[in-house]
């Protein structure tokens, strides 16, 4: 028993100095890497000085031009979305550019699934933090969500989970996932008809909302830490119509903070339009420059920028 | 509480090494404290379903006893086989029975008791049929009636089994757990660590890891093209083998590392030269439970022919129905039970070809069992018929959907590593032995690196097993 027991206490102390050793490789190589969606993760999270964010969802990725936004209002901006993520993602990102500048405005991009409902394991929006755990204010959201997060982030291998690969490759290669042009990662593809369905009703009222209580208490933590800053609440063009009740708790947060909210749900010249759509919830790369003329406007209304 | 939970990773050290601070003369106690934990660790899922296992346990216990004793023990048999199976049928088909009723009868009969479905004890089915076992033995006299309530009760409830099998049989485990167990067996907690750890691999790395591109297209089949929905099929019949010997290996190694001899659940099933084969090698302590209490007791293959393929067909029926309430599982277990017919019909059931007609032959029984494959992972006949009706339109683009490329290339890792191992095990077992390797360097390092492929490439989160639903 003696020798069994000493042999397993040496096994896991190999393992922690394979652990250790590896943390060590993969930190120095991923903080490198300049290409794909961990050199855009490290831009964002180190370089990013743009006056103008927008947080968001893979819509906020595919639908705001970064490059006109700044070249019309005259406004720096950067594409901060994720694939994937919402709120608690964004948060966490917030928080590392806080930690070097405050921008002047902020577009969110909501998305009820990533920032309002349950539904959708909470663990996914942790992924690309997981390399940023040791920075200030980070480690409290992964506890937030799970506490045993605490322990498994004790190991560096499990803080490279699933990355190391691309990370290696996009380093000693430069060949990655494209980073996009100030973030903005459109897709110039046309509208495939098969995956959408005329009638359906994006979003479901009929059986109530469940809303997360994380990702609303993350909402005003986001909202918090942007006090001094203009806070745009968007809602982008979807192919589908939408049942916009389910932005109830959105609309709470701007009435009670005094914020705006720009919504183009449901806008007809959107609406059931192939033209701009590449499926039922992202705009092409047509549609993604359409709308960041119309959000220009919108904006413009609200003193965000010069005039043209 | 499955073994990949950060909690049971936690648990289970703690659970070893105080099993073994209680010296080994104290063969019950011992026992006892194993049965605690047991019951401790199912309660953990929720508390009340644990009076269920404990009514299970008493109604077999009891019923053995008397048919011992009685001198027409059928009557008492039937009484405690009906009372064993009534928690399963309730919490399990309860449903099923009453929405295909409600179908059939005009009157439109309709109890449906929405909670059901999600309500229902994990592990049911297994811990149902391992006392059903017990007490079919008893009745044919392979087994004596167990006097000892402890015993007994652990040999249903004992915790690396009794989520999703291996279902074992009283000969194998209630002689162990009567005798005086030696106080620890190095060379039985090595193997049992190594098992747990490929098990591991098996389940986190490769099983979640394929599942994440199974969950991509199948429920949504209709917007992928065939050769991605053909994609999606080999990798579910790749998950499902991952996830369920990737447990069960886990399951029989931390049994070893207590000292407990376990049966053996899966033998390389997709180098099967026949779907007959493929069951001698799948789930082998159900195929081997539904012969000893279905196929045998019905007539087995002592009979006409025409009765043997009924008997075969109805084997295979029962072993859809017990992996679920849905026609799908039916469809699937028929399926399986008319290829077996077939084969029996036509001698191919062995091979006795050369190298390439078994290569031929392990090819055809993988693209059969990876088409039954999709009648059990749909929801629907209609989805399952939708999947492979896109398989076969010629009319669809020829491109598959690869899915991101980190995540398939930890697939294509994966998959190769198990597909490796057991093709080494079938085909050549005394060479590359790795984990098993006379080199303590060699062993250490595949240890180490295999742990390390865990924590890199694993997919945390996902913790559910697939057979854990059944």
């Known amino acids: 028993m003696r020798k069994f027991i000493f042999r397993v206490c040496l096994f896991f102390l190999a393992i922690i100095v394979f652990d250790r050793v590896f943390g060590f490789l993969m930190e120095g190589i991923s903080s490198r890497v300049e290409v794909g969606v961990t050199g855009r993760d490290n831009f964002i999270c180190d370089k990013v000085t743009d006056d103008m964010l927008v947080f968001g969802s893979s819509r906020a990725v595919e639908h705001y031009n970064a490059q006109m936004l700044t070249d019309s209002l005259g406004i720096p901006c950067y594409n901060c979305g994720e694939t994937g993520c919402g709120i608690i993602l964004a948060y966490g990102r917030l928080r590392m550019i806080l930690e070097r500048y405050k921008p002047h405005t902020i577009l969110y991009e909501i998305t009820p699934d990533f920032d309002l409902l349950e539904g959708q394991d909470n663990h996914q929006y942790l992924f690309s933090l997981k390399r940023h755990y040791d920075r200030p204010g980070i480690d409290s959201i992964f506890w937030s969500i799970d506490t045993k997060e605490k322990y498994k982030m004790l190991s560096k291998m499990y803080q490279h989970n699933s990355s190391f690969l691309q990370n290696i490759v996009a380093y000693f290669s430069g060949i990655a996932g494209e980073t996009g042009v100030k973030g903005f990662r459109p897709y110039d593809v046309e509208m495939d008809t098969m995956k959408v369905r005329k009638g359906h009703i994006a979003y479901d009222s009929s059986k109530g909302y469940t809303y997360d209580s994380l990702k609303i208490q993350y909402l005003n933590k986001f909202l918090d830490k942007t006090k001094g800053m203009n806070v745009f609440f968007v809602v982008s063009p979807m192919w589908y119509e939408q049942d916009t009740s389910v932005m109830a708790p959105i609309q709470k947060l701007c009435q009670e903070r005094g914020l705006q909210m720009i919504n183009f749900a449901n806008n007809p010249k959107y609406v059931h339009n192939n033209k701009y759509f590449k499926d039922g919830e992202h705009l092409n790369a047509r549609g993604a420059d359409e709308f960041t003329r119309d959000l220009i406007q919108e904006l413009r209304k609200r003193n965000i920028g010069g005039k043209p | ?470």
């Not at chain 2, 392979?142 to 291996?166: K, M, N, V």
């Not at chain 2, 049992?192 to 098996?202: A, I, S």
């Not at chain 2, 007959?276 to 279905?294: A, E, P, Q």
Request: glycine share 6%; proline share 4%; hydrophobic share 50%.
């Open chain 2, 1 to 470: 509480m499955v073994f990949n939970s950060f909690n049971f990773i936690i648990l289970y050290p703690f659970i070893f090494l105080l099993y073994y601070a209680i010296p080994a003369k104290h063969t019950k106690g011992r026992n006892l404290y194993l049965l605690l934990a047991s019951y401790l660790l199912y309660a953990h899922w929720k508390p009340v379903y644990a009076l269920i296992l404990l009514a299970v346990t008493a109604v077999t216990f009891f019923s053995a006893k008397m048919i011992a004793k009685a001198t027409r023990p059928k009557r008492i048999l039937t009484l405690g086989v009906l009372l064993t199976l009534l928690p399963l049928a309730f919490f399990k088909y309860f449903n099923f029975i009453n929405d295909t009723l409600s179908e059939i009868l005009p009157a439109g009969l309709n109890w449906n008791l929405p909670g059901l479905n999600w309500a229902i004890p994990v592990g049911i089915s297994f811990f149902t049929f391992q006392a059903l076992g017990y007490l079919w033995d008893v009745y044919y006299k392979r087994q004596e009636a167990e006097h000892d309530f402890l015993t007994y009760a652990l040999f249903i409830s004992f915790f690396p089994s009794i989520l999703a099998g291996p279902i074992n049989k009283a000969s194998l485990v209630i002689p162990q757990l009567k005798s005086l167990r030696p106080y620890f067996d190095y060379g039985k907690a090595v193997e049992g660590l190594k098992m747990v750890l490929w098990g591991m691999f098996m389940k986190v790395v490769v099983a979640d890891r394929v599942g994440i591109y199974v969950d991509t297209v199948l429920p949504s089949y209709v917007n992928y093209t065939g050769l991605s929905c053909f994609m999606a099929s080999i990798l579910y019949t790749i998950q499902i083998y991952t996830d369920f010997a990737g447990y069960s290996l886990m399951a029989i190694g931390i049994g070893k590392m207590l000292g407990f001899e376990l049966t053996e659940n899966f033998r390389r099933p997709y180098f099967a030269v026949s779907v007959t084969d493929f069951w001698h090698r799948w789930h082998i302590s159900l195929s081997t439970w539904l012969k000893d209490y279905v196929y045998i007791p019905m007539g087995g293959s002592r009979c006409s022919k025409l009765r043997n393929y009924w008997n075969i067909f109805v084997t295979f029926l029962v072993s859809g129905i017990w992996h679920g309430a849905n026609w799908t599982f039916i469809v699937w277990g028929c399926m399986h039970g008319v290829c077996q017919i077939v084969e029996k019909m036509l001698g191919q059931q062995k091979c006795s070809y050369g190298w390439f007609g078994r290569s031929v032959k392990i090819l055809v029984t993988f693209l059969i069992v990876n088409f039954a494959w999709l009648f059990f992972r749909m929801p629907s006949l209609s989805d399952a018929c939708g999947v492979i009706a896109r398989i076969f339109n010629p009319s669809l683009p020829m491109t598959v959907f690869w899915g991101p490329i980190n995540n398939l290339a930890f697939m294509v890792l994966g998959v190769a590593m198990v597909w490796a191992k057991d093709f080494r095990d079938e085909f050549a077992p005394e060479r590359f032995l790795l984990m098993n390797s006379a080199s303590r360097g060699i062993r250490w390092l595949t240890y180490v690196l295999l742990l390390a492929l865990i924590l890199t490439a694993g997919v945390f989160g996902a913790d559910q097993f697939i057979y854990a639903n059944f």
